[in-house]
Every structure is written in structure tokens, then in C-alpha cells.
Nanobody
């Protein structure tokens, strides 16, 4: 079955960097949209960045554009999120998620609706604080 396991969260000062990892198993990345989502206390879960592996199409939320980079290591079936210039507003539990979607649906549309994803990891806490 599909399994997703996140790691790499922690406490970092504003302006610092972290790299999150999501080890995947039970499916092949081709044919899936896989991405990162986050949920801060008292807020709804939001899409941070997603990638459709087959086409390389990538979406970033406006709030992270230019600071975060999503990437995939196909050989190791691992998804990454490199987070630079972190801000206190980035504090949240970060989740990776995966699912299949029709090819004509834009990655931006998919990523903005977390409820469409059926497979989730357990999450990893990221805290940005001085």
C-alpha cells in the first residue's frame, strides 16, 4: 500500500534553512501528483508545493515562491522540500501527500485543494523562532 514518511523538521531561527524529506513506498511516482502541505495551529491545511512527476509541472504557493524548492529523487523514491530564508509564518506541521489525478487538471488546482489527496504521511513539525 501507499506509504509516506516525512522527516527533517525541527527548530530553526528566522532566515535559516531546513530540508524536509518524504520517503515513499508502495507506488511508482510516475502517474502521481505528490506534494507538501502544512497546517498551522488554528488554520486550515494549505498546499505549499506540488509536482506532477510525469510532466515535471510544479506549483508553489505565493507565500513560499522563491524561498522553497521541491524536488524528487526517483532512484530513492524520495520527495524533498528545501526551505530557505524561513520566516515565523512558516511554522506548521508539514505533510507530504500523493494521489493520482487526470492529466488535464492543472497542478496548481490540485495542490490548492488538499482534500483531494487520499494518501498522507504523519507530518513533521517545523518551528521558526528566535
Amino acid at each position: 500500500q501507499v506509504q509516506l514518511v516525512e522527516s527533517g523538521g525541527g527548530l530553526v531561527q528566522p532566515g535559516g534553512s531546513l530540508r524536509l524529506s518524504c520517503a515513499t513506498s508502495g507506488f511508482t511516482l510516475d502517474g502521481y501528483v505528490i506534494g507538501w502541505f502544512r497546517q498551522a495551529p488554528g488554520k486550515a491545511r494549505e498546499g505549499v508545493s506540488c509536482i506532477r512527476f510525469s510532466s515535471g509541472s510544479i506549483y508553489y504557493a505565493d507565500s513560499v515562491e522563491g524561498r522553497f524548492t521541491i524536488s524528487v529523487d526517483n532512484a530513492n523514491n524520495t520527495l524533498y522540500l528545501q526551505m530557505n530564508n524561513l520566516e515565523p509564518a512558516d511554522t506548521a506541521v508539514y505533510y507530504c501527500a500523493a494521489d493520482t489525478f487526470l492529466r488535464f487538471v492543472a497542478v496548481s488546482s490540485i495542490c490548492s485543494r488538499p482534500s483531494r489527496f487520499g494518501h498522507w504521511g504523519q507530518g513533521t513539525q517545523v518551528t521558526v523562532s528566535s
